[in-house]
Structure formats: C-alpha cells, structure tokens
C-alpha cells in the first residue's frame, strides 16, 4: 500500500506564490519518477512538471520560468514552487509517483488526492 499526502493549495492573487509539498508513504523499494499534474474544471488531467530519480526535470511550456519542481529522495517527497501565478493556473493539482515494490516487481503508478489551487485575477 502507497499514500501520497499532498499539501500547500490555497487562494492566491495573480502574481502571488505557492508551495506545493507531496510526500509518498507505504511500500516502497524504489522511486523513479515524481510529478504534478493539473486538472481544471471540465479538462482532462494535464502534466505540469515531472522529475526522475536522477534529477531530470520536464515541464508544460506554460510554466516554465515560473515553477520550479524538485525532490528530496531521502524524504520521497516531491515539490512544486509556483511563482507568477495566473488565473489560469487554477485547478485541481495531483503528485503523481511511479515506483517499484520490490527489485523484481513491475512498476506502479499511484495518485495523490488533489489539492485546489486558486488564482483570483
């Protein structure tokens, strides 16, 4: 069993900063890949920033220059700096992990539970 707890959403004017925390919990051999992902109203779920173990760190050209995603392994705890926030930016944001049980276990993908982000103009 795997638990992500997510944290830092909240109300913010545009051009303010947030810090979002994710923490992944449970049975866990090996994390390779952590990351943010967004979900506004009537859209699908969209990647907003992942990172690898190694530290390799992709993001939506939408962010880039304004959130920065890193990660501390020894904590398996991924986070998620936003800064210059738009209104646009407003939506359900959800950690996302993939990681093994074992070293001989396939990989599984787990979801945190959302956390609201929210950008008054």
């Known amino acids: 069993q795997v638990n992500l707890v997510e944290s830092g959403g909240g109300l913010v004017q545009a051009g303010g900063s947030l810090r979002l925390s994710c923490v992944v919990s449970g049975s866990i051999f090996s994390i390779d890949v952590m990351g943010w992902y967004r979900q506004a109203p009537g859209k699908q779920r969209d990647m907003v920033a992942t990172?690898?173990?190694?530290?390799?760190?992709n993001y939506v050209d939408s962010v880039k220059g304004r959130f920065t995603i890193s990660s501390d392994g020894a904590k398996n705890t991924v986070y998620l700096q936003m800064n210059d926030l738009k209104p646009e930016d407003t939506a359900v944001y959800y950690c996302?992990?993939?990681?093994?049980?074992?070293?001989?276990?396939?990989?599984?993908?787990?979801w945190g539970q959302g956390t609201q982000v929210t950008v008054s103009s």
């Open positions: 996302y992990t993939h990681l093994y049980h074992t070293r001989w276990s396939a990989g599984y993908g787990y």
């Open positions: 990172i690898t173990s190694s530290g390799s760190a």
